[in-house]
């Protein structure tokens, strides 16, 4: 994302089959909304926790307007499981590493 880009959460709502992610995009006095959506079955199975979900959302936004220089084509997207799995295994802590300590 370029400078004077602005970005903001503006929350979520509770849908039948999804959590719809809203944010909102202002550059060079222009505002547009865009909506991310993932699915609820991704909370139940806790492949997504409704802490982290704003955050997948948002990575996602960004790599859309880095993309396609801050004008993406579409205003709505979906969290796939992938981009999920992705997200979770990022976060993970290194298992198998071992300290060391310098003396």
């Known amino acids: 994302m370029g400078s004077g880009i602005i970005v903001q ?3 979520f709502e509770a849908k039948p089959l999804t959590r719809e ?3 909102n995009v202002r550059e060079a006095g ?3 909304e865009f909506r991310l959506h993932i699915a609820n079955e991704a909370f139940v199975s806790h492949r997504a926790s409704y802490q982290d ?4 959302c948002a ?3 960004q790599v859309e307007l880095a993309t396609y ?3 993406p084509p579409e205003t709505r ?4 499981g992938a981009e999920l799995d992705s997200y979770r295994q990022a976060r993970m802590p290194k298992t198998g590493r071992k300290v ?3 003396f």
Request: proline share 4%.
């Open 21 to 23: 992610y809203t944010f």
């Open 9 to 11: 959460y503006m929350g």
């Open 100 to 102: 060391r300590e310098n």
């Open 53 to 56: 979900a704003p955050g997948i």
């Open 77 to 80: 997207y979906e969290i796939s």
């Open 30 to 32: 222009q505002e547009r």
């Open 69 to 71: 220089s801050n004008h």
């Open 59 to 61: 990575l996602r936004l």
